[in-house]
């Protein structure tokens, strides 16, 4: 299968959402007005970092940029070194960093509580032009187009990225967002985007389609490839004019399914590039990176 684009390689530059990530799995049954035993874990997070954080594991060159609170800035620019990201954050002292409480079930589904807390003050002045000189790709999450502020600098970032003639990655994030949003308006933005990342849910509220292999073609009017990521049935990849191809998954034993969404996409576009753009190749990879990720308690590698 054809690659809509081949990139050459180069900087990726991600811009988004960081987080302060709690996750919590009970040990036991939870006791209702009581206390439960749990395993409790504080790690950092962010649908963009923790993509970025892959990306740079497994090899790419990548540039994040994005929004903390003051006191947690040092600490998310050191986490995100760890995984081999340069990181520029810009350090709010009036909002603390956005957090998220994670409550993983004994099967490794999870439901998230979140407060976004700084990411909602990123600005344009937080993400100079001069990052993506040079760059060649621009990767965005949905959450950078949920509010109006961050939709200003998420058009902005994309316009700038056209006009360099870079390839742009989108993986959208949120069915909840794209529904309160409206489908419509978010394929309106994103259109043209070399590769879109949804999962299941969120190509549904795209497409409104309920099978994997109509949501991937369905997406390819709007898209150079789809890829419509499954969980534990792997994924959907598809490009204009062809057939979608369904990718397994391998079997794994779930321990925490958190963050398996953003390592399958940091892989994808770190294997994209270092291919030279073979779709079918980094898809692969991807799901063979993903099953590792479920077996292990955090999202980041």
């Known amino acids: 299968m054809p690659s809509p684009s081949t990139p050459v390689r180069g900087r990726v530059v991600v811009c988004g959402d960081v987080i302060n990530d709690v996750l919590v799995k009970p040990l036991d049954g939870v006791t209702p007005d ?6 409790i874990s504080a790690r950092p997070g ?13 090899g790419a060159d990548v540039v994040f940029a994005g929004r903390a609170g003051a006191r947690d800035e040092a600490y998310h ?19 603390e960093t956005g957090s998220i409480v994670i409550m993983v079930a004994p099967d490794g589904g999870r439901t998230m509580f979140t407060d976004r807390g700084a ?15 040079g760059a060649a790709a621009l990767h965005l999450t949905g959450y950078t187009f949920c509010e109006p502020p961050l939709l200003e600098v998420a058009l902005w970032l994309l316009g700038q990225a056209r006009a360099r003639g870079l390839a742009v990655t989108i993986d959208p994030g949120s069915a909840a967002f794209l529904a309160r949003t409206g489908p419509a308006a978010f394929l309106r933005w994103t259109e043209g985007a070399a590769l879109c990342f949804p999962n299941r849910d969120e190509a549904a509220v795209l497409t409104g389609e309920t099978d994997p292999l109509a949501m991937a073609a369905c997406l390819t009017r709007h ?3 789809a890829v419509v990521k499954l969980g534990a049935a792997g994924c959907v990849l598809a490009v204009p004019g062809q057939a979608p191809v369904a990718i397994p998954a391998r079997p794994a ?10 390592a399958f996409c940091g892989a994808f576009i770190s294997r994209w590039l270092a291919d030279r753009g073979d779709l079918m190749s980094a898809a692969r ?10 077996t292990r308690f955090g999202a980041r590698p």
Do not use: C, F, I, K
Request: cysteine-free; proline content about 1%; aromatic content about 4%.
């Open 223 to 225: 898209y150079g490839a």
């Open 34 to 39: 009581s206390d439960t035993r749990a395993a």
């Open 77 to 95: 620019r050191r986490e995100l070194a760890r995984a081999g990201v340069r990181a520029r954050l810009a350090a709010d002292r009036e909002a």
């Open 46 to 58: 962010g649908s963009a970092a923790n993509q970025a954080a892959w990306m740079a594991h497994l």
């Open 285 to 294: 990879y991807a799901v063979r990176v993903a099953a590792t990720v479920v």
């Open 119 to 133: 990411n909602l003050r990123l600005r344009r002045s937080d993400v100079p032009a001069g990052l993506l000189d």
């Open 253 to 262: 034993d779930v321990t925490d399914t958190t963050g398996a969404g953003d």
